[in-house]
């Protein structure tokens, strides 16, 4: 049985990853500040839900206040940080809650780390949007990575070089996990496809960039979970480790858009704006290293993966 705090415990991911670990008979402390980004109403409900689990204690704070944690619960065996202030476009309006929660929160989560001398792993959440502009792809977590395309990017890059500093400094085994766009029931009202499945049930527009000629490694949330529990299993050898997480095909929001319409029998109305320079155009994930050390392969295909979530959507929207 281990003992893991994990960070934005009412976020999309981190619901799902609570779910599963403490159905497998693990203690869960979880943290989260439920910020008003998008609809706190359905953080609530995900936290509902986690409460009824004997094992989950929650503390509804900043993650920069994880220090409290620190003194309630000193065994703590891994750290898996995936509280953020996530979105590319939203940084342009707010960038000092970007710093404050991605480069201040993740500096007070290695210093929590620090003294948890009972702690095995820390794990925390990078992204594809570190990759910048790079035209090498599939994107390998060998590659360059300086080239940061928005402030949301930069802060995920300088969040993995903290890790980097404090398993060099303190020898904290540290692993960054660069998830890519991922997406399934429960998921981000902020993502496209939340957006594009929400304004076709309304009749409303569409909001497509770039003619819809943007392309992304979709990763179905049981995948992405999969990854992280064979993350948490693993037993590192007081190195840093970085691995992607993403689908194994890449599709276009075109194609996106297509099977939604094929899976709802609903016409979408698509209002087309120009390509974002903060966007990446394109991003494919190689697996290479997740597959060796974590043995993780990508199960559920776009058109499984958006049947279920537009299932979900009924449900609870109604």
Known sequence: MKKIVITGVAGFIGYHLTKKLLAAGNIVIGIDNLSPYYDVRLKEARL???LTYPGFTFYLNDI???????????????????AAQAGVRYCAEK?????????????????ACRQWKSLQHFIY????S???GNLK???????????????????????????????HGFGIPCTGLRFFTVYGPWGRPDMAIFQFLKAMKEGKELTVYNGGDMWRSF???????????????????????LFNLGGATCHSVCEVIELLEELTGLQAKKHFEPYLVMDVPRTVADLTESLDQLGFTPKVSLKEGLGRFIRWYDTFYG
Not at 125 to 128: E, I, K, M, Q, V
Not at 139 to 146: A, E, G, L, M
Not at 219 to 239: H, S
Request: glycine share 4%; aromatic share 12%.
């Open 48 to 50: 509902e839900e986690l």
């Open 64 to 82: 920069c206040e994880i220090d409290v944690l620190v003194k309630d619960f000193p065994d703590v065996t891994h750290v898996v940080h995936l």
């Open 95 to 111: 960038p000092f809650e970007y710093v404050h929660s991605n480069l201040k929160g993740q500096v007070h989560v290695l210093e």
């Open 125 to 128: 959440a990078s992204s594809s």
């Open 130 to 132: 570190v990759y910048g």
């Open 137 to 167: 792809q599939p994107f390998s977590v060998q590659d360059p990575v300086d080239k940061p395309l928005s402030l949301y990017a930069a802060t995920k890059r300088s969040a993995e070089l903290m890790g980097y500093a404090y398993w």
């Open 219 to 241: 990763t179905y949330i049981d995948d992405v979970i999969d990854g992280v529990m064979a993350c948490i299993d693993l037993k590192p050898d007081q190195q840093y480790q």
